[in-house]
């Protein structure tokens, strides 16, 4: 259990280092000159929409695995 907990506290310190060290990269070069900023918000546009997109997607079922009968025949 105390390794559990060392690993989830190791990955959620590297997932915050890794978010603030890409959001200082983002930063970094999207002040870095006018065409590199259409060019960001080009890409946050389409990572949003993205995003939204796959929150709308339907889950799968828990069981999605066909089943067989006991004749043998597969249940889709």
């Known amino acids: 259990m105390k390794l559990m907990g060392k690993l989830f506290l190791r ?31 080009t890409l946050e546009r389409n990572f949003f929409v993205q995003l939204w997109k796959g929150s709308q997607a ?5 069981n999605s695995l066909p089943s067989t009968t006991p004749e043998g025949r597969i249940i889709q």
């Open 58 to 62: 339907r889950a799968t079922a828990k």
């Open 11 to 41: 990955t959620s310190v590297w997932l915050v280092a890794s978010i603030g060290a890409l959001t200082l990269g983002v930063t970094a070069f999207t002040y870095s000159g006018s065409g590199n900023r259409e060019t960001v918000r």
